[in-house]
Each structure stands twice: as structure tokens, then as C-alpha cells.
């Protein structure tokens, strides 16, 4: 593993600042976790002037996205911006020049994560996203990647909802209670079936 992995965070809200406040405050105990030094380098927000949370040097902040994204310092850019747009263009850049990428945000991993779980295999990077469902207690890895590694899963597609809070559209969980009787196979068309496509 790299001595040093290089964090570019896109948004410093409520989320990201938290975020920061770990990389920067308890950076040694994060490195003893992960077996690397975890090094914030950039972070993006829309007003570099406002005063923030998190005390960063100069030069991290930044409200250019090309600086964090295309910086080659930068190993795993966490989108904390939320919302689609330009959320969802910043994960596609991140992805298309890369970086690993790690999100919180529900709202593209509903909309548009097999399309972007696709696009990181084409990168050859890993799309992350734990975080989009319950406040980082681990659901998704032990459910889907340990039934997967068990071969339960194999050959299969898993469509599911996790949570439906923070869904601009609370009818997407309301469909998914009652989906069709019988399920195509071609995920395309199950998003389609229920109102995503
Ligand atoms: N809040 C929670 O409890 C919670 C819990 C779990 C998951 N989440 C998810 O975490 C994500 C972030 O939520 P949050 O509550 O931290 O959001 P937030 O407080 O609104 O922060 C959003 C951040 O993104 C920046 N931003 C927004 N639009 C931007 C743009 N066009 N260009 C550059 N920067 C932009 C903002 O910059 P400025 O600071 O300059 O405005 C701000 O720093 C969301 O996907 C949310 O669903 C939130």
C-alpha cells in the first residue's frame, strides 16, 4: 500500500467538516487503522471566503473542482456536496480521471449508482458508498459483499432500499413496497418498472 494516500473532499457542510476534523485531528490513529497516512489535500466548497469549521492550510480550499479532481496528489475524492447535480458530474469526473471515489450522497447512488458502479469498473477504481445509508454503520458491506463472497449471490442482481429518508421523491420507496409480481432480469427495466429510467 501507498505510504501516502492523497483525500481530495468535495463540500465542507455539515458532513465534510466532520470528515476533515478526523482526517486532521486523529490522522495517527487513521493511519494505524488503514495502514497508510491519509493526507487531506484538497477541498472543495462553492464560498472559499466564509469562515470555516476546520482550520486547513493555504491553498486546500478551493472552489475550482478541476483542482481536486484532476490534481495528481489527489487518490480518493469524497463527495460530500449532495444532491444531484453537480454532484453526480463531479463523481463521473472523479471516476473518469482515476480516483477512487467515496460518497454519502443517497440521492446519485439511488439514482444512478449500477450506471457509476460500471463506469469505476471501467476505470479501474472503486466506488464507495457505505456512507449513504445508516449514519455509517456499516449495512451495505456485511449484507451484499459478505452474501456475495459466500457465492449466494452469484449470477444474481440485488435491487433494494436501505433507507428512504433524505429521497427527494418519497414515492421511490412507496414503489419499491409493492414492485411488479415478477421482477425482468435486465436491471434497465426494473428501473424503468419503477419510475427511474
Ligand atoms: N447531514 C447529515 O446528517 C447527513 C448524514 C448522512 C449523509 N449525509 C449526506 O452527506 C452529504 C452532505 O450533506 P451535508 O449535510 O454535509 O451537506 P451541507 O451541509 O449542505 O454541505 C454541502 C457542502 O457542499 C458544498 N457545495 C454545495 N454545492 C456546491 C457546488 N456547486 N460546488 C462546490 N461546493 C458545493 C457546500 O459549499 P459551501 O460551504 O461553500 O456552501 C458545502 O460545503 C449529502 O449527500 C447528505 O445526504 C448527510
Known sequence: MK???????????TVGSAVADV??????????QVG??????KVLVRDTSRQRAVHLEHGVLTSQVEEVVDSPDVDIVIELIGGESP????????????????????????????????LAQEHNVDLRYEATVGSG??????????LSQERKLSGKKVVCVLT????????????YAQ???????????????????
Open 3 to 13: 505510504q501516502d494516500v492523497g483525500i481530495g473532499l468535495l463540500g465542507l457542510g
Open 23 to 32: 482526517l486532521l485531528n486523529k490522522a495517527d490513529k487513521l493511519a494505524e
Open 36 to 41: 497508510a497516512s491519509l493526507i487531506l489535500r
Open 87 to 118: 454532484a453526480l458530474e463531479y463523481i463521473k469526473q472523479a471516476i473518469t480521471r482515476g480516483k477512487h471515489v467515496v460518497t454519502a450522497n443517497k440521492e446519485v447512488i439511488a439514482k444512478y449508482g449500477y450506471r457509476l458502479l460500471s
Open 137 to 146: 454503520i456499516p449495512l451495505i458491506s456485511p449484507g451484499l459483499v459478505k
Open 164 to 175: 428512504g429518508t433524505g429521497l427527494k421523491d418519497p414515492g421511490i420507496p412507496a414503489r
Open 179 to 197: 414492485p411488479p409480481t415478477e421482477l425482468p432480469a435486465d436491471l434497465a427495466v426494473i428501473e424503468k418498472a419503477l419510475g427511474w429510467g
